[in-house]
């Protein structure tokens, strides 16, 4: 956290939260309400690369699992499209978050019913971005270690535990497991669409 959000809090504790207003995409895209959003319901993403960086070093989570970012002393919660954290996807090298932080260590490989990878690390779990979609089939492999044929992968997917097939990522191979979306933040402890209590509007 910045030294001047600690210093916000500090100075203004009570200040109210803020809810369904930031959202973050499968992209690792900051999307905030846009201007019109009273008659449209649209987000726009965020492009400014200053405060994308001051979002990405104040974001966090409460003992709830709910996931914000501390604007000064305001507290705003995050929408999640599927979880915490978006990670860019390397064979060899750990993964980088979207807010680039290091994974020091990979966990697991998952995969959901929408077809997206998700890798959880000592910091969470997180989406692969889509941009990484080739190196992650790139890096799948039979027990063996074989290279995996399309045919063989699009048949684990109809069938996930009919065989077992490997992700190479972070320097070792783990095996892909699959999972269904909606279980994942139970799984996990997270919240994805965090909301103001009964009768507060989403910003007091």
């Not at 690369?49 to 699992?65: L, S, T």
């Not at 999640?80 to 064979?91: D, E, G, H, I, T």
């Not at 990484?132 to 074989?146: E, M, N, Q, T």
Request: hydrophobic share 40%.
């Amino acid at each position: 956290m910045d030294d001047i959000v600690a210093q916000a809090m500090r100075k203004w504790p009570n200040v109210p939260d803020v809810y369904n207003w930031l959202r973050l995409d499968e992209r690792g895209r900051w999307r905030v309400r846009a201007r019109d959003y009273d008659s449209t319901g649209r987000f726009e993403t965020i492009g400014n690369p200053a405060v994308i960086e001051f979002i990405g070093r104040n974001y966090q989570a409460d003992d709830q699992g709910r996931w914000y970012f501390q604007n000064g002393p305001q507290r705003v919660f995050v929408c999640l499209a599927c979880a915490p954290w978006v990670y860019r996807f390397s064979m060899e090298a750990p993964p980088l978050t979207h807010t680039g932080q290091t994974a020091r260590k990979v966990e697991t490989v998952l995969i959901d019913e929408q077809h997206t990878p998700i890798l959880v690390t000592d910091l969470g779990p997180g989406a692969l971005s889509d941009q990484d979609f080739a190196p992650f089939l790139a890096a799948l492999s039979d027990p063996r270690g074989g290279a995996l044929a399309d045919a063989v992968f699009e048949a684990w997917l109809a069938a996930p535990t009919a065989h077992t097939i490997y992700c190479a990522v972070g320097g070792k191979r783990l095996p892909l497991a699959a999972i269904v979306r909606d279980e994942l933040a139970e799984r996990y402890d997270f919240i994805p669409e965090p909301q103001p209590p009964t009768g507060t509007p989403d910003c007091a």
